[in-house]
């Protein structure tokens, strides 16, 4: 197949253009930061830590402008619909292979805080805004939420199954939102 009238096919014949492609390299070389090796591994080493790939990892850290420390997980995303149901082995691995982070369990009606709490792998577990909430009521619970957790939300990413709970990560501020199929089958 052959380009159509008009088309240059990828060349620039143009007085200039080596310039131009210096100088746009040149730019984009200036905004990204110069990390030093050292640094870039001990981020791939955080990132194994989540259970992220580096490439999430980083985009959420520059996103944010800090490091995680931890995720809230919605109970849909635990695929835990009602109190007395554990999730499943493959969820409870995940979480317990995660270092150093902290793992928030959000559980909305059936589900309650107290079964979230005793399910392995989490160690905080809170009342989720109702469906029903207004986005005023429900950036008020998750920022009750984060204060209780004494941590910035900015710190945290939200795993979620639903829209809503997309929805609480921006209503909290959050670092940011990945859906559980995501989360959960990464490596």
């Not at 096919?9 to 990390?35: C, F, I, Y």
């Amino acid at each position: 197949m052959t380009a159509g009238i008009g088309h240059n096919s990828g060349q620039v014949l143009e007085a200039g253009h080596s310039w131009r492609k210096h100088v746009w390299t040149r730019a984009r070389k200036d905004l990204m930061p110069n990390v030093p090796v050292e640094v870039v591994r001990l981020r791939v080493k955080r990132a194994a830590q989540l259970g992220l790939p580096y490439k999430t990892y980083a985009g959420i850290r520059a996103s944010s402008g800090h490091d995680l420390i931890g995720f809230m997980f919605s109970n849909n995303a635990l695929h835990v619909l009602r109190d007395g149901q554990g999730m499943p082995d493959d969820r409870a691995a995940k979480l317990d292979a995660l270092i150093s982070t902290t793992r928030a369990g959000l559980g909305h009606k059936p589900v309650t805080p107290t079964h979230l709490a005793g399910l392995p792998g989490i160690d905080h577990a809170f009342a989720a805004p109702r469906f029903s909430d207004s986005w005023s009521r429900m950036r008020a619970r998750m920022r009750d939420i984060v204060t209780d957790m004494g941590q910035p939300a900015d710190r945290f990413v939200m795993i979620g199954d639903t829209s809503f709970e997309r929805e609480w990560a921006e209503a909290a501020q959050m670092a940011g939102y990945l859906n559980a199929a995501q989360f959960f089958e990464q490596g």
